[in-house]
């Protein structure tokens, strides 16, 4: 694990001056640090030191990641969301997971990736599949790392580069519904008495306490990315009743009512927190665009994985090592029943970076960044 870890921050070197060229912006490094707090979508390797059944530290995830191939613990065949994020804005460094034992004194200078998958907004999300790091769990995490910089730098040094160098994204909720909402079967029950409105309603509540809690640590640039269309990853179309369209609709019809709320909740934050820079990322937008309009943006399919072992849409059993791998990752969509392949995270991560208030308000992570 270390040893991949260092051999990919040598090669990130090489990996960003690419980047720069594919997306020829010319960026200057504006940012010293990133913190990254989410779920699978943005799993640096957290849950490779957890006993649970959310893993992807074995082959073949990271099977485009370069310059090894390797896994690392990322729920994708390449880079994540966050990985691409914080090359762009100028990281010189792989960010490390937290509970990676090297996550300490100098080394998380430049940030820490608290996110885990399976991770939710609740506490009781993904239980059924084992441990992982809920967002309150992160914070904590967090908050001993905020202590372990002041000891490293001293305070004044330690709240300039929280409140002014550092990105803080945070990208999570889909697992609250996902595995928890909307499980088959098991959640028949809970749903009969926690209505729609209701579950959102608890949700945004533990959210707007979670998100003042990164303030109240120094959190002044705070990315808060939305949930995507759920209902139409893989594993959810496999669900799906409906006939007219393949995509499961009661979860998109969910996460659009979540989505509605947490923009709400965003600008409410950014006007009663001082000094705070909230922003609200529509990757659903992002994502629907992209599935919409898939050829378009070069894809040859956006309704099944490219790592698959059965379904329909090859999204009934999670990706493993017995799985068929489709052999140009770059044209999926989704790498396998829940993630997006790296060349769809590129697309989006362009998005937030230079996207217009359509898909990124009040600004994007570019004028954040030098916000
Ligand atoms: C990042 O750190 C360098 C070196 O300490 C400093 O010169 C620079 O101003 C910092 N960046 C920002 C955005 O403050
Ligand atoms: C996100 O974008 C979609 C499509 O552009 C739009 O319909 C939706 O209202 C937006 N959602 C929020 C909460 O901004």
């Known amino acids: 694990m270390y040893s991949v870890m260092r051999m990919l921050s040598k090669f990130l070197v090489t990996i960003s001056v690419c980047l720069l060229m594919s997306f020829g912006s010319g960026s200057s490094s504006t940012l010293n640090a990133s913190f990254i707090f989410g779920d699978s979508l ?30 690392t613990g990322r729920f994708t065949n390449g880079r994540t969301i966050a990985d691409i994020l914080g090359q762009e804005v100028g990281l010189k460094n792989w960010v490390p997971p937290y509970l990676d034992p090297s ?8 940030g820490v990736n608290y996110a885990s998958g399976g ?42 580069l929280l409140r002014k160098e550092a990105l803080f994204s945070v ?87 979540f989505n509605s709320r947490l923009k709400d909740l965003v600008q409410e934050l950014s006007s009663s927190l001082d000094g705070s820079i909230f922003v609200y990322a529509n990757v659903s937008s992002i994502v629907s665009d992209i599935i919409r309009n898939y050829r378009h943006y070069g894809f040859e399919v956006a309704d099944s994985a490219c790592c698959r072992t059965a379904g329909r849409y090859g ?32 697309l989006i991560a362009k998005q937030l970076l230079d996207g217009n208030s359509n898909v990124i308000f009040p600004m994007n992570i570019r004028q954040l960044a030098q916000a």
């Open 42 to 71: 943005v799993d640096g390797g957290n849950n490779d030191y957890l006993l649970t059944l959310s893993k992807a530290n074995y082959p073949p995830f990271g099977i485009d990641l370069s310059p090894h191939r390797q896994p």
């Open 103 to 110: 996550a300490t004194g100098p080394a998380v200078l430049q």
């Open 119 to 160: 991770g939710g907004l609740l506490k009781k999300t993904g239980k059924f599949f084992g441990a992982s790091l809920n967002l309150y769990t992160q914070i904590d995490c967090y908050s001993k790392t905020r202590q372990d910089i002041i000891s490293t730098v001293g305070r004044t040094a330690a709240l300039r």
């Open 171 to 257: 990208t999570i909720g889909s697992n609250d519904f996902i595995n928890n909402y909307l499980i088959p079967i098991l959640s028949v029950p809970r749903r009969a008495v926690i209505s729609p409105e209701m579950f959102v309603e608890s949700l945004i509540s533990s959210y707007r306490q979670q998100l003042k809690r990164l303030y109240y640590l120094d959190a002044r640039k705070i990315l808060v990315v939305n949930v995507g269309p759920i209902g139409c990853i893989p594993y959810m179309r496999e669900q799906s009743l409906s006939s007219s369209t393949k995509c499961f609709d009661l979860a998109n019809q969910l996460a659009e009512n």
């Open 315 to 346: 999204g009934l059993i999670p990706c493993c090592p017995k799985a068929k791998i489709c052999s140009d990752r770059t044209k999926y969509v989704f790498w396998d029943p829940y993630h997006p392949t790296e060349t769809a995270n590129i």
